[in-house]
């Protein structure tokens, strides 16, 4: 791993006033509703960042093209994404840092108590959750571009529950058209099966167990493939000369 | 010119050894993990099956607390953790209530099984989670849509003491 590169990653993010922007945004919302009494949800939020944050994940030196400028030192391409890569996931980590920091002072300010298993449980998750969606975004960017692989991420998101919703309708149906492929469907319950666990392994939710031992050992090891894969996929590929 | 600052394309390309270690590793985890899943010892509520419910609510005079959920649904999954999983919270569910966990399954199989359907229809349930607080003989007494919070869950199982 190159510290230069996690340095400058995390300098570009902290130097950035939409970043700067958003965690202001994530405090106010984070200690409003604290303070209300709400569950946990403005972690949803830090799905978002990161979505946004990662778009740019290869992006910016590829399309600008000073890649081929960093690439001319002796640092290697797998380190270099791993380490935009860690970058990336450490801005957003203090991001949900500062949202635990927020939720817990909205419950001290409006003296509610606070659960702190399930706070933890719910800044871990969204930690996690973090890692895996960078991580996938560095495997979509690795074979197109930035903002493409935010465009691959929500596309293969909808399109495999829009797949799932409508086989799950059609397993039901017994007569006409459908009922051929409702038929097909009930005599082989693993494409579904099958469907879900690509979905759920993609795009999981949180677990029901705080602390839940298999989620965390599934988002780690999941966000470790795509990013083996990530490597793999960017290594091989041509770095064009100038802005492409 | 010193070969450190030649331009070495294989090395530059070469794979980060430990990721892969790592993501092996991982791998072999989660593969043997999975085989012990993680439930009894955190799952603090008593859940009665649906068949059950009523008869066990006659008998002890307590009302029913249905919660409807779906494995797919993300703010059930912090119902769970926030309220269920709470030492406090679980061991006043258990006190005071017949507690029966009803989760759909329309998604994953296409359809529900029939006493879970029924119950479904019966108190008209459209979106997760959903709690229904129910008399022994099935007459909604409070209905709650969504999870607005552990303090007004904590409200709303408080209402019966």
């Known amino acids: ?244 | 010119m010193p070969t450190s600052l030649t331009f070495d394309r294989k090395k530059q390309r070469a794979l980060p050894v430990w990721l892969v270690i790592v993501t092996l590793l991982l791998i072999v985890a989660r593969f043997v993990s999975t085989r012990y899943p993680v439930t009894s010892d955190v799952d603090l509520v008593h859940w009665t099956p649906i068949s059950m419910a009523s008869a066990a609510a006659m008998r002890s005079h307590r009302p029913i607390l249905y919660e409807f959920s779906a494995d797919w649904c993300g703010p059930c999954h912090i119902l769970e953790r926030e309220v269920f999983m709470d030492t406090a919270l679980a061991g006043k569910i258990n006190d005071r209530y017949i507690a029966v966990k009803v989760v759909d399954r329309q998604r994953e199989e296409g359809s529900n099984a029939p006493e879970v359907q029924q119950l479904m229809d019966r108190y008209g349930i459209r979106a997760f989670p959903t709690v229904v607080i129910a008399t022994s003989d099935g007459h909604v007494r409070d209905k709650v849509l969504g999870y607005t919070g552990r303090d007004k869950f904590a409200a709303l199982i408080d209402r019966v003491r």
């Open chain 1, 1 to 244: 791993m190159s510290l230069v590169v996690v340095a400058e990653a995390l300098r570009r993010h902290f130097a950035h006033l939409g970043y700067i922007s958003a965690l202001l945004i994530l405090i106010i919302m984070g200690t409003t509703m604290a303070a209300i009494g709400a569950p946990q949800t403005p972690y949803e939020m830090i799905g978002l960042f990161a979505l946004i944050a990662g778009c740019q994940l290869i992006g910016p030196e590829f399309s600008k093209g000073t890649l081929q400028l960093i690439l001319s030192k002796p640092v290697g391409r797998s380190t270099y994404l791993v380490s935009r890569v860690v970058g990336v996931v450490l801005a957003i980590w203090v991001a949900i840092i500062i949202m635990f920091a927020s939720d817990v002072a909205g419950r001290l300010i409006a003296g509610t108590p606070i659960a702190w298993r399930s706070a933890l449980a719910a800044a871990l998750v969204s930690a996690l959750k973090v890692l895996l969606v960078c991580c996938l975004l560095a495997f979509f960017g690795s074979f197109s571009r930035s903002y493409v692989n935010v465009g691959i991420y929500l596309g293969a998101q909808i399109l495999l529950s829009m797949i799932t919703g409508m086989l799950g309708m059609m397993k039901n149906a017994v007569s006409g058209e459908m009922g051929a492929i409702g038929a097909f469907l009930r005599a082989h319950p693993d494409i579904l099966r099958a469907l879900n666990a690509i979905t759920n392994n993609l795009f999981p939710d949180g677990p029901s167990i705080p602390f839940d031992r298999n989620w965390i050992l599934m988002m780690v090891c999941n966000a470790s493939a795509a990013l083996l894969l990530a490597c793999v996929i960017f290594s091989r590929r041509e770095v064009p000369y100038g802005a492409d």
